[in-house]
T-cell receptor
Framework: DSGVTQTPKHLITATGQRVTLRCSPR?????VYWYQQSLDQGLQFLIH???????AKGNILERFSAQQFPDLHSELNLSSLELGDSALYFC??????????FGQGTRLTVV | SQELEQSPQSLIVQEGKNLTINCTSS?????LYWYKQKYGEGLIFLMM?????EEKSHEKITAKLDEKKQQSSLHITASQPSHAGIYLC????????????FGQGTRLTINP
């Protein structure tokens, strides 16, 4: 158990809908990273938050947004969902830059 | 931004054999991480290498960092079925943007 909790584990939704993925980092970790993993794209960095502030953005679509709350949990919002958004979404947390601990992921299926 | 290329993309070896996975960076490596992933599950941290020439071992897995070649290698000795999975190398984006980026992964299959 990495100490990083992601909910829900599985999510099935229709095209055009909006979903929210939640991540609770390890106790004391200030950094939260979000990743998308699909078969043909590998593990793609989406966004990094540190203590409530956005630190870095990857190739995150405009339809996607994230935030980190004062209690350090983070949410990834995906809207206007398309079939191609089906993927595993991971969050990871770390104390600072360095070793990151990953959650078990949320498997999103868009139908 | 930094890109990591892993080779091979997939590897099938006989149980008991040794194997090596390589990770090459497009830019200078200041720190490199190796993770293992079972299909559809989260990533498990294996090792972190921070200095050129550094070598670390954990059980039968050894990783080295060659700073000059901007490359890291992961070596497994006497492979076992439990070693099967996807191995990913990751690195901090050295432009200071604090991105933790990963290679495409190497899928390792161990045949009994």
């Amino acid at each position: 158990d990495s100490g990083v909790t992601q909910t829900p584990k599985h999510l099935i939704t229709a095209t055009g809908q909006r979903v929210t993925l939640r991540c609770s980092p390890r106790s004391g970790d200030l950094s939260v990273y979000w990743y998308q993993q699909s078969l043909d794209q590998g593990l793609q960095f989406l966004i990094h938050y540190y203590n409530g502030e956005e630190r870095a953005k990857g190739n995150i679509l405009e339809r996607f947004s994230a935030q980190q709350f004062p209690d350090l949990h983070s949410e990834l919002n995906l809207s206007s969902l398309e079939l191609g958004d089906s993927a595993l979404y991971f969050c990871a947390s770390s104390v600072t830059q360095g070793r990151a601990f990953f959650g078990q992921g949320t498997r999103l299926t868009v139908v | 931004s930094q890109e990591l290329e892993q080779s091979p993309q997939s590897l099938i070896v006989q149980e008991g054999k040794n194997l090596t996975i390589n990770c090459t960076s497009s830019k200078t490596l200041y720190g490199l991480y190796w993770y293992k992933q079972k299909y559809g599950e989260g990533l498990i941290f294996l090792m972190m290498l921070q200095k050129g020439g550094e070598e670390k071992s954990h059980e039968k897995i050894t990783a080295k960092l060659d700073e000059k070649k901007q490359q890291s290698s992961l070596h497994i000795t006497a492979s076992q079925p439990s070693h099967a999975g996807i191995y990913l190398c990751g690195a901090d984006d050295n432009q200071g943007a604090q991105k933790l980026v990963f290679g495409q992964g190497t899928r390792l299959t161990i045949n009994p």
